[in-house]
């Protein structure tokens, strides 16, 4: 796609995100948009960098540890956003700026020794599967509280809220009681102890469906398609 006209939809997309918080009282500087790079040309990254992206979410560790290599000198802030294997941690520790992904207390446990070894504090978020068994990934609503604690009990690893990824993207309409629920997971947990530091952050919304997202108290959007167009 042409640079200008990444330009153009990252514009648009920043706006729509202003207008949705606006919509429902929200100050838009509280909404962070992660732009997904997954799949993308390096000159297409480069495009959105240039036009002013500073959060650039990946699925895939490899792929993210190239373009971060590639992008060096630019001061962006990497987001893995994809299932995360134990032992790809080690290769993103030192870098990445947040993990969306923790759905284990496993994978913690590694993030938490890696980030040690790095001299630094890891953010992280714990997936929740919202819709219970048609998306593979993440720990069910039963499970966040005990991984929430564990991870809370965490010297390098910092817990810093939730995500989620609703299992069909056609109607926004039909994802709003997930991002709800979302929401209400959240002030469940604060309710039993966790601390509300951790719970900072929901991360959900995507392309199809980030306005309803923010409506619903969304602070970190991840949005692909809208800025560089449907992937291969
Ligand atoms: C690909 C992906 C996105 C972005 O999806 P779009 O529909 O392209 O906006 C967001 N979050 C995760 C976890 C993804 O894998």
New binding site residues.
């Given amino acids: 796609m042409a640079a200008i006209e990444i330009a153009d939809n990252l514009q648009v997309v920043q706006d729509r995100i202003a207008r949705a918080a606006e919509r429902v009282g929200r100050d838009p500087e509280d909404v962070h948009l992660v732009t997904?790079t997954?799949t993308r040309s390096l000159d297409d990254v480069c495009a959105a960098v240039e036009a002013g992206a500073t959060d650039l979410?990946e699925?895939y560790v490899q792929e993210m540890v190239e373009k971060a290599e590639a992008l060096a000198d630019e001061e962006v802030r990497w987001h893995a956003?994809?299932h995360l294997q134990t032992n790809k941690v080690r290769q993103i520790a030192d870098f990445v700026s947040l993990i969306?992904s923790v759905d284990s207390f496993r994978v913690g446990e590694e993030i938490d020794q890696r980030a040690e070894r790095a001299s630094r504090q890891l953010p992280v978020l714990i997936q929740v599967n919202i819709s219970g068994e048609e998306s593979k990934f993440g720990v069910s609503e039963e499970e966040v509280l005990p991984l929430a604690e564990a991870l809370e009990s965490m010297k390098y690893l910092r817990l810093v809220g939730l995500m989620t990824?609703p299992p069909y993207?056609e109607d926004p309409e039909e994802n709003r009681p997930y991002f709800v629920q979302l929401k209400h997971l959240r002030e469940m947990l604060i309710e039993r102890g966790i601390n509300a530091e951790s719970m900072r952050h929901l991360s959900m919304g995507?392309?199809?469906d980030y306005e309803v997202a923010v409506e619903e108290g969304a602070t970190i959007v991840?949005?692909?398609?809208?800025i560089f167009g449907p992937?291969q």
Wanted: with cysteine; net charge positive.
């Fill in positions: 997904v997954k979410g699925n956003i994809g969306h990824m993207c995507m392309t199809c991840r949005v692909g398609t809208a992937r």
